[in-house]
């Protein structure tokens, strides 16, 4: 069961403007959030996260929207750099317990 | 800092065939997991070690998948036979404690194909 969505197999942006990556989840047990980024050939690196008791978490150019209500979060890249072009998983977890994983975005950052 | 390691890179192997893969984890690490990735998904967990105790291995297809981690440190897993459906890459990776909300390291992962 796919408790947490990426419906957004891929998005190309240019250079300097923003990137919006969408993710999605059904249950409402999630507590923590997690952005991983992955390059081709390596295995995913954490990138930002968040806690159920926020609605935004910033770390330089990357920040991260959580909106419970929706169960919907967003990580927004500003501005975006050649790169940044890699897959974007979403990552969810409830009570510590394991993580479930989107199926990523991949995200090209054109020059 | 050396980060986790994985051997082989990469696989292919005849079904039916055996095959194994190894992960070091980064030092001082407790927390191990064993993740499979199909092409176009994200990390499925495997099995998942505190030390040298399996602790969450529900998702494992015990018939034919084993993992090991002796004396709490490098961790082995195991397919045999192989199938076509095991073609994926099987990714390590560690954190320092157990747990979603600790941030896990992986490794590069091992592609292995089943022809």
Not at chain 1, 52 to 74: C, M, P, Q, Y
Not at chain 2, 28 to 44: F, I, V
Not at chain 2, 84 to 111: I, K
Request: hydrophobic share 35%.
């Amino acid at each position: 069961d796919q408790q947490v969505k990426q419906n957004s197999p891929s998005l190309s942006v240019q250079e300097g403007r923003i990137s919006i990556l969408n993710c999605d989840y059904t249950n409402s047990m999630f507590d923590y959030f997690l952005w991983y980024k992955k390059y081709p050939a390596e295995g995913p690196t954490f990138l930002i996260s968040i806690s159920s008791i926020k609605d935004k978490n910033e770390d330089g150019r990357f920040t991260v929207f959580l909106n419970k209500s929706a169960k919907h979060l967003s990580l927004h890249i500003v501005p975006s750099q050649p790169g940044d072009s890699a897959v974007y998983f979403c990552a969810a977890s409830a009570n510590n317990n394991d993580m479930r994983f989107g199926a990523g975005t991949r995200l090209t950052v054109k020059p | 800092e050396a980060g986790v390691v994985q051997s082989p890179r990469y696989k292919i192997i005849e079904k039916k065939q055996p095959v194994a893969f190894w992960c070091n984890p980064i030092s001082g690490h407790n927390t191990l997991y064993w993740y499979l990735q199909n092409l176009g998904q994200g990390p499925e967990l495997l099995i998942r070690y505190e030390n040298e105790e399996a602790v969450d291995d529900s998702q494992l297809p015990k018939d034919r998948f084993s993992a090991e981690r002796l004396k709490g440190v490098d961790s082995t897993l195991k397919i045999q036979p192989a199938e076509l459906g095991d073609s994926a890459v099987y990714l390590c990776a560690s954190s320092l404690f157990s747990g979603g909300s600790n941030e896990q390291f992986f490794g590069p992962g091992t592609r292995l194909t089943v022809l």
